[in-house]
């Protein structure tokens, strides 16, 4: 099937960056939306950004002018370029893609999720 693996989290002080990768691996056809979810302590997953395979963007109103996402297709990889980091921001972060993959003669959808990376933005 699918996996999703991500990297570049980690702790920054307010105001800093950091840039999130997620890359996709297996038998993929193709990757339609690719996105990126986070979830604080105590909170419901919420959506922070999106990315069709050809379209337009999409942000959480509360990152909107600070965080941008963008896709490699030839690599299966999404990003996520976070500034201005604030405390609030403090989160797991997942990725998350949909499309169809392959299994011998046959294609099947797939959703798919990263393992999450710590993301901590401290005051």
């Known amino acids: 099937q699918v996996q999703l693996v991500e990297s570049g989290g980690g702790l920054v002080q307010a105001g800093g960056s950091l840039r999130l990768s997620c890359a996709a691996s297996?038998?993929?056809?193709?990757?339609?939306?690719m996105g990126w979810y986070r979830q604080a302590p105590g909170k419901q997953r919420e959506l922070v950004a999106a990315?069709?395979?050809?379209?337009?963007?999409n942000y959480a109103d509360s990152v909107k002018g600070r965080f941008t996402i963008s896709r490699d297709n030839a690599k299966n990889t999404v990003y996520l370029q976070m500034n201005s980091l604030k405390p609030e921001d403090t989160a797991v972060y997942y990725c998350?893609?949909?499309?169809?993959?392959?299994?011998?003669?046959?294609?099947?959808?797939?959703?798919?999720w990263g393992q999450g990376t710590q993301v901590t933005v401290s005051s």
């Open positions: 998350n893609a949909d499309g169809t993959y392959y299994s011998g003669m046959y294609y099947h959808p797939f959703t798919s």
């Open positions: 297996g038998r993929i056809f193709s990757i339609n939306a």
């Open positions: 990315i069709p395979s050809g379209g337009s963007t």
